[in-house]
């Protein structure tokens, strides 16, 4: 499906509701590996004025130092780096990248406090930069101002909102920037967190088109991954979606099957332990198992999960990944 039918799709579904599940998500690692991309998606100003080919320098190991540890949860992806400008002069710059999931009152003063402590450590002026993902469009803080009998300080920051771009998603999809598709997927998971059956159908049909952005396998795996944990999905829904993509692959001869097929592996073995019941278990290798083996019958093993111990169903769990047939799993019992 094209981004425009996917957005005329949506059009009915978009409101201002707030709030979706805790959206603390692992962007911090594809910030790590596509800088470059994400600085000029959200500061396109700031990233031409950068000297890309230089390449830049993270020194998140020294934001221990300069962040207290009570602040380090306020936040769900924060970077510091250094670059060197495109000027003549090819002066270093120190740039602090802070993605917020959630409204913070204090925000504008945390970002003045690591603006002078980032100053301290280095000795010249930083440049800091906020992205916010929290669902409340009406809280921006852009600057923390202080003044005291004709002694004062107004500190000022950009700042993007995730919200700002409500209204632009067909453009969002249309783009080959990475992060475009997250902000997108951002904003679909919120306009889709009370139907999940919806969830499903929107994940599947942005997942493809992921597909058909032309990225190399690591790229679009790894940005698979984000999307897969912004839009979560009950297990029997996880299920289906993972039928859906492995299908889709083997329709257009791709060879990113095995990796897909690890994610789905690992995604249902973890929420089944973490559900503690075997209620979870069983759905897991149930799920797992119609995915890999769609054609053979449930009647022959489905009796077998109703009446195994938890020990018995993790031990089916790890059979699942390298079995070529569903006797692998349950040996002599089936």
């Not at 913070?104 to 603006?115: G, H, I, L």
């Not at 396998?217 to 979560?232: G, P, Y």
């Not at 993972?242 to 990796?259: A, C, W």
């Not at 759905?283 to 449930?298: H, M, T, W």
Request: net charge negative.
């Amino acid at each position: 499906m094209s981004s425009v039918a996917l957005n005329h799709h949506l059009n009915h579904r978009v409101d201002n509701r707030s709030g979706d599940n805790n959206h603390n998500n692992p962007w911090k690692l594809v910030i790590d590996g596509y800088l470059n991309d994400f600085m000029l998606f959200y500061f396109d100003f700031v990233s031409r004025h950068i000297n890309w080919s230089l390449g830049y320098e993270s020194l998140d190991d020294e934001l221990p130092a300069l962040v207290r540890e009570e602040e380090l949860g306020k936040c769900y992806a924060d970077k510091l780096i250094r670059v060197t400008t495109l000027d003549g002069e090819k002066s270093v710059v120190y740039i602090y990248v802070e993605a917020n999931g959630r409204t913070d009152k204090d925000f504008a003063q945390r970002m003045f406090t690591y603006n002078y402590r980032i100053h301290d450590k280095f000795g010249t002026y930083p440049v800091l930069l906020a992205v916010l993902a929290d669902n409340d469009a009406n809280w921006k803080p852009v600057q923390y101002y202080r003044q005291r009998w004709g002694c004062g300080i107004t500190f000022t920051f950009p700042v993007v909102k995730l919200t700002d771009y409500h209204g632009q998603l067909a453009e969002l999809l249309d783009s080959n920037n990475p992060f475009a598709i997250l902000t997108a997927a951002h904003f679909l998971a919120r306009c889709t967190r009370h139907d999940m059956a919806e969830r499903l159908q929107i994940k599947i049909k942005l997942v493809k088109l992921l597909y058909q952005k032309g990225w190399g396998k690591r790229e679009l795996l790894e940005f698979f991954s984000v999307i897969d944990w912004l839009m979560r999905l009950p297990n029997v829904l996880i299920v289906q979606f993972h039928q859906h993509i492995v299908s889709y692959e083997r329709e257009k001869e791709m060879h990113y099957v095995t990796s897909i097929e690890q994610i789905g592996f690992e995604n249902g073995m973890q929420q089944g332990i973490e559900a503690g019941k075997l209620s979870g278990l069983i759905e897991a290798v149930q799920g797992l198992i119609r995915r890999k083996f769609p054609d053979v019958d449930e009647e022959k093993w489905m009796s077998i999960l109703q009446t195994a111990d938890r020990n018995t169903l993790h031990h089916y769990l790890s059979q699942i990944l390298d079995a070529s047939s569903v006797d692998d799993i349950f040996g002599a019992k089936h």
